[in-house]
């Protein structure tokens, strides 16, 4: 059974950071991918970073510069460092995998979903 973790949400200002971290258990695919996703009240969801596990990376073109995807594989960890806080940032922030494909955005590949943490960004 995969289960998804994920933590390091909160409230911030704007121009501040957080970082998540999803912690993976029950997952032991050699090609995966996994993501981050968010999704603001009233706003559709949103793929923002993923990393497969060739070390491909990918960015919405929203957060490029100033989030960066990491992965400790050994420990099954996935992260997200968020710099340079928006309110456009504040949303529900989801991990996330995928099975047997290349690094990827697209929400209908993967297939297991954490239960969210809550980012607040305040101006």
């Known amino acids: 059974q995969v289960q998804l973790v994920e933590s390091g949400g909160g409230s911030v200002q704007s121009g501040g950071s957080l970082r998540l971290s999803c912690a993976a258990s029950?997952?032991?695919?050699?090609?995966?991918?996994m993501g981050w996703f968010r999704q603001a009240p009233g706003k559709e969801r949103e793929g923002v970073a993923a990393?497969?596990?060739?070390?491909?990376?990918m960015y919405a073109d929203s957060v490029k510069g100033r989030f960066t995807i990491s992965e400790d594989s050994a420990k099954r960890m996935l992260y997200l460092q968020m710099n340079s806080l928006d309110p456009e940032d504040s949303a529900m922030y989801y991990c996330?995998?995928?099975?047997?494909?290349?690094?990827?955005?697209?929400?209908?590949?993967?297939?297991?979903w954490g239960q969210g943490t809550q980012v607040i960004v305040s101006s």
């Open positions: 990393i497969d596990s060739d070390g491909r990376i």
């Open positions: 996330a995998t995928a099975r047997h494909v290349a690094v990827t955005t697209n929400a209908v590949f993967f297939d297991y």
């Open positions: 029950g997952f032991r695919y050699k090609k995966y991918c």
